[in-house]
């Protein structure tokens, strides 16, 4: 039985194979074996997409980058039409509690990424800033904009 989550229902697209659960993933086109953590980013993607109205086309999953000469990898990246990043998410396990750690993270990321807001979320409890570049500081908001066409 999968976790209910603080998101909307969403219809997902299982598979069954040697006793692994996948998951569908609109944005790779592909299954992706179905971890905790790939649960909340597949609750995320369909989030972006049905509540928010952003397109599947400016949706980007599970890029490495590199900060600090040290190699990571983002959970969901959302572009802007002129390809500049509009949204970075992290997103956790539902059993991973979020702390100052998980928003240092993501900081550390946006220093090569320079999204306009950062969402952090472990399924169950979501957290939305907007960046402050002038102040080098975040701002928390209630939600994070719909998509602007």
Request: charged fraction near 25%.
């Amino acid at each position: 039985m999968l976790q209910k989550l603080n998101f909307p229902e969403f219809s997902f697209r299982f598979k069954n194979s040697e006793n692994k659960i996948s998951i569908f993933d609109v944005i790779r086109k592909r299954f992706i074996i179905l971890q905790p953590e790939e649960w909340v980013r597949q609750h995320c993607i369909h989030y972006l997409m049905v509540v928010k109205g952003y397109p599947k086309s400016l949706i980007n999953v599970e890029k490495e980058l590199i900060t600090n000469t040290l190699r990571k990898r983002y959970d969901i990246v959302v572009y802007n039409s002129d390809g500049t990043i509009h949204l970075v998410i992290e997103c956790k396990s539902p059993k991973v509690t979020i702390n100052q750690d998980t928003f240092n993270q993501i900081a550390q990321y946006n220093l090569s990424l320079n999204a306009t807001y950062l969402m952090i979320t472990n399924g169950l409890i979501h957290y939305y800033c907007q960046m402050d570049f002038k102040e080098e500081k975040y701002h928390f908001l209630k939600d994070i904009p719909e998509h602007q066409t």
